[in-house]
């Protein structure tokens, strides 16, 4: 039955990924985004990732909404029309292939063998107490082990965003044509 639930959920987020790639009005963009990025969310819950489910819909369809949302206002709601080339096509399945290659060497989901389930687990269950202070281990992962990976992650959605309104700040809004 997971199974099932992972597989149209997959399914879903491809759907919505098409739908985003023909779309051509960037507020509808925008919507199915943060729609991506909930349902990516729901993914992740399933797959027992609460934390990365929560960061997601956080960042993902709540900060990065926004800042697309204030960067509509200050553009055109509408994508410009231009010539499709194979350039672009290429990098993506490039990249893509070389993404799907860099997995071949990762074990398998849930390996109990996996490097993570013999060094990295036991030294959290075992040390997180007295090392961080805190009774439960999640927390004490979350807040204090990874806790410099979130304020990265913070710091590169700040960064972005002030880079896009400095970007866009200076020209006058362009208004849509009727």
Not at 9 to 21: H, R, Y
Not at 41 to 62: K, Q
Not at 105 to 112: A, C, E, F, L, V
Request: aromatic share 8%; charged share 15%.
């Amino acid at each position: 039955m997971t199974e099932l639930i992972d597989l149209s959920l997959l399914l879903f987020l491809a759907g919505i990924a098409v739908a985003v790639a023909r779309l051509r009005n960037l507020l509808a963009v925008v919507v199915f985004m943060g729609f991506y990025s909930l349902v990516s969310a729901a993914l992740f819950t399933v797959l027992d990732a609460v934390d990365v489910a929560f960061t997601e819909a956080a960042v993902g369809a709540g900060v990065s909404t926004v800042i697309l949302l204030g960067t509509l206002l200050l553009t055109t709601r509408r994508e410009k029309s231009g010539h499709p080339t194979v350039v672009p096509f290429l990098v993506v399945v490039i990249t893509g292939a070389a993404l799907v290659f860099a997995t071949l060497d990762m074990p398998r989901y849930g390996d109990p063998g996996a490097p993570v389930h013999q060094h990295v687990a036991p030294r959290y269950i075992e040390r997180s107490g007295e090392e961080i202070g805190v009774p439960n281990i999640v927390t004490s992962v979350l807040a204090s082990y990874r806790g410099y990976d979130t304020l990265g992650e913070l710091t590169v959605i700040f960064t972005a965003g002030v880079g896009v309104l400095l970007l866009l700040g200076g020209r006058p809004r362009a208004r849509d044509a009727p």
